[in-house]
């Protein structure tokens, strides 16, 4: 079976594909529509499109068919990147980081500890099983630093919420920064993996772009999709990872955050 990676960081390469598969569904009529009337063809509002409500599924179907992976890219602090290797990414596992929370801040009185889990208590349900992934480790670096700096952002908001009485308020999420080793695990997402609406959100991306280019009206880039998937990854998925440098810092004054761990015991 040929695999095909859809990559969001190779744009032309996925525009360029598109009439491979497509061209029945973005029939000449449609074509020739935007063409002719050049309107603002953006990802969030499909008014654009002539018979959105078919159009716009079809493509999706059709766009899932033809790759079989999508590319992504998972931000993360490991203690060890052997266990991704040998597990897998697997989804949020709470009680998992719980135990891990504990542990790190095992000289925290117990009585913080409960509570800030307490405050958590809502948030277990909704992401439990998780995984988040990029589509740009580019973007990610920019926007999603906090993920590769300090790693689980579960763990993260578990450390913001410690507060300790009578005592200087230590901002405690600094103490993730001394654990594991900042990473960007690089994935192929098997299409099946895919829920159906992140299916769909990144079809609604490329059709915009499409449409721009159909228009000769483009509108600026828009961010790449992202993944939130409610499964296990096996170790097959994973197909590479680095440790960058600098990555942008918002926890912090200075702005910028500097890894000097560029190597681990798992790199090449």
């Known amino acids: 079976m040929i695999e095909r990676v859809l990559d969001w960081r190779n744009r032309r390469a996925w525009l360029n594909a598109l009439p491979r598969y497509a061209s029945q569904v973005l029939t000449p009529p449609i074509r020739q529509h935007i063409e002719t009337t050049r309107p603002e063809c953006w990802s969030d509002d499909f008014r654009w499109l002539p018979n959105q409500e078919e159009v716009l599924p079809a493509f999706s179907e059709k ?5 079989t992976h999508a590319k992504a890219f998972h931000g993360c602090r490991p203690e060890s990147l052997a266990t991704y ?3 897998g990414l697997r989804g949020q596992e709470p009680d998992r980081i719980l135990q891990t929370f504990r542990r790190l801040y095992a000289d925290v009185p117990t009585s913080a500890l409960n509570k800030a889990i307490r405050l958590m208590g809502e948030r277990r349900g909704d992401e439990r099983g998780s995984i988040w992934l990029s589509t740009d480790d580019h973007q990610m670096i920019r926007d999603h630093g906090h993920y590769i700096i300090s790693g689980s952002e579960y763990l993260l908001a578990l450390a913001a919420n410690i507060h300790v009485e009578d005592t200087w308020e230590d901002d405690y999420r600094l103490r993730l920064r001394d654990v594991g080793i ?3 695990l690089e994935v192929d997402i098997p299409v099946d993996l895919i829920p159906a609406r992140e299916r769909l959100a990144g079809a609604r991306v ?14 600026g880039s828009s961010s790449s999709p992202g993944y939130r998937l409610s499964c296990n990854l096996p170790p097959s998925s994973i197909k590479a990872h680095y440790h960058p440098g600098r990555v942008k810092d918002f926890h912090t004054p200075f702005g910028l955050y500097i890894n000097k761990q560029l190597k681990c015991d798992m790199c090449a």
């Not at 766009?63 to 790759?67: A, I």
């Not at 490329?206 to 509108?219: E, F, N």
């Open 85 to 87: 290797f040998e597990e």
């Open 206 to 219: 490329i059709l915009s772009h499409w449409g721009q280019r159909r228009a000769r009206r483009l509108l």
């Open 182 to 184: 900042p990473t960007i």
């Open 63 to 67: 766009l899932w068919s033809y790759y």
